[in-house]
């Protein structure tokens, strides 16, 4: 914590002799950018990737017109250093985890000569506290500290609905990953960490050394699990899920315990797993644990989306968000 409070000092003194311009802040993963445009867009240098066109109607053009700079994620993707190095960057932000990639990640900035600002992302309290110090880094402690306050009062009241939440009334929960739905996040991993929060109990159990990874699956194994209910993460197989006629087979089909998570903006639960999960949480505690977590989603959706991405939509809008 002191070598944070040393960078910041650091930083600040830094950017004050621009004080009238802001910096421009490269986010390493998609994670750290999406973090980074909802704390204020006007810092964010440029885009991980594309933009899906789910995406695109959340974010003003002016901001979709941002840079592609390449990131760090999926199986070895890396950005090209020498797009970095001609991007003028002032700093870069990175989210780390318990991850090797990080490591890689922090090597990497420090061989371009570029100031690197890395926060420790592994819980969900994590992206609170996260929040709270891009307010002390950049002046604008009032914007951080609004998108942790919520933050954390999501986690408060999902965790006072649950707090005598037995452990034989979890909810045993597969999470179809991938565009065929035959990967998933492993249990205890920070990526399936809003499945117990929210009162669910994943399937998929992985060797300690694997945990962090998505990992590929046999449709035996999913059958052999029989889960009580299946989150369908991926864009795609949500479209053509009901006409996969293998997916009959199981109990949580049969018995209409499907749930299509949320992916607008960014994905409510995964892949990204992100500060979106601060609504995620809530929505599936409501999906698992109706009558013990009875909120309100729409109304919720609405201040969710007022406070990150300070966008007001209709009431159709938003029963299209959740009607998966």
Sequence with gaps: MKLFLAFIFLLQSTFALAADKLPRVYGATFPSSFALYVFNPDLLAGWNGPLREYEKPY???KYRQLPVLGGWYGKGMIPDRE????????VAFLLTGDR???DDIITAFRQMNIPLITIRDTSLHDDIAMFRQLG??????ERGNALADYGKQSLE?????LHELPENRRVRVYMAQDADGLATSCAGSTRSVAIWLAGGKNVHACPGTKRESITRLSFEQIMNYDPDVILVNHP?????FFRETRWKALRAVREDRVYFVPH???SWLDRPASFMRFIGIQWLANRLHPDLCPIDMKRETDMFIRLFFRQTLTPEKIRDILKS
């Excluded at 795609?236 to 053509?240: A, T």
Aim: aromatic share 6%; net charge positive.
């Design 59 to 61: 974010i003003p053009e």
């Design 83 to 90: 797009i970095l190095l001609k991007s003028n960057l002032d």
């Design 100 to 102: 090797p990639q990080s």
């Design 136 to 141: 002390l880094v950049f002046h604008q402690t």
């Design 157 to 161: 009241k999902v965790g006072t609905m």
């Design 236 to 240: 795609g197989l949500q479209k053509r």
């Design 264 to 266: 607008e903006p960014f």
